[in-house]
């Protein structure tokens, strides 16, 4: 990694480090939405020097903090929080939606839907259909409908193939709590002033990298 790699590569770091971070604080108030963290990977074949800068800068990938966010009480019955890992599927036009925001309601044709009207699938992935206001969802996900069993509550554990279904035994929730976030404020606060002064550090090398660039052409032209 020649100098100019150098400096450019924490400028690309703190960039990367600047976006993650970012949009980790625009979703603090998210409910159930998970923060992200970057790590660095190096580059392990430095045989060719001449390919593009990004072929020769450190990568970054982001890894998601599964931690539980901070369970709180609205007391509305239809508000679900999930107090164990796995998302509520939501089945949209065409394509199914993970989420962990458990604010449901009850639509028109009497289905459980999200607060973006988007049905509810259930551990059979079929739809939650209710007759009555009275609802009540045991700290299992099942949910009874004046006092009739109806459906579970369909948990997914996403992966490649699209999804699988927790067996129940693993399955937390708690009727009339939401799950917060569990974005650190402080930490990402602190994130984001490293990554402004890793910014002016490549800064500072780039312009001493173009003084002495410019220095050696000088001297080149002066014929030595």
């Known amino acids: 990694m020649g100098l100019f790699d150098f400096a450019y590569a924490p400028i690309e770091a703190s960039r990367a480090q600047l976006s993650t971070v970012s949009n980790n604080l625009a979703n603090m108030q998210t409910l159930g939405f ?24 450190p990568t970054h990938n982001h890894a998601f903090n599964l931690s539980q966010g901070a369970l709180r009480e609205t007391g509305r019955e239809l508000d679900i929080a999930l ?13 199914p939606i993970p989420t962990r925001d458990g604010r449901f309601e009850v639509s028109i044709d009497g289905l459980l839907v999200s607060s973006d009207g988007f049905p509810v699938m259930s551990a059979s992935m079929d739809l939650i259909q209710l007759e009555t206001a009275n609802i009540e969802i045991g700290d299992d996900g099942r949910v009874f409908d004046d006092g009739r069993l109806v459906a579970t509550l369909g948990v997914f554990e996403l992966d490649e193939a699209g999804g699988n279904v927790l067996s129940q035994d693993q399955v937390t929730t708690a009727q009339g709590y939401v799950e917060d976030s569990n974005v650190d404020l402080a930490a990402n606060m602190t994130a984001m002033m490293q990554a402004m002064r890793d910014a002016e550090m490549g800064a500072t090398l780039l312009r001493t990298y173009n003084s002495l660039l410019g220095q050696a052409i000088q001297t080149f032209g002066n014929g030595g």
Request: aromatic share 10%; charged share 20%.
């Open 34 to 57: 998970k923060s992200q963290s970057l790590f660095m990977m190096q580059p392990t074949d430095f045989s060719d020097s001449f390919g593009t800068i990004e072929d020769r800068l």
């Open 83 to 95: 107090a164990s890992s796995g998302h509520f599927l939501l089945m949209t036009e065409g394509r």
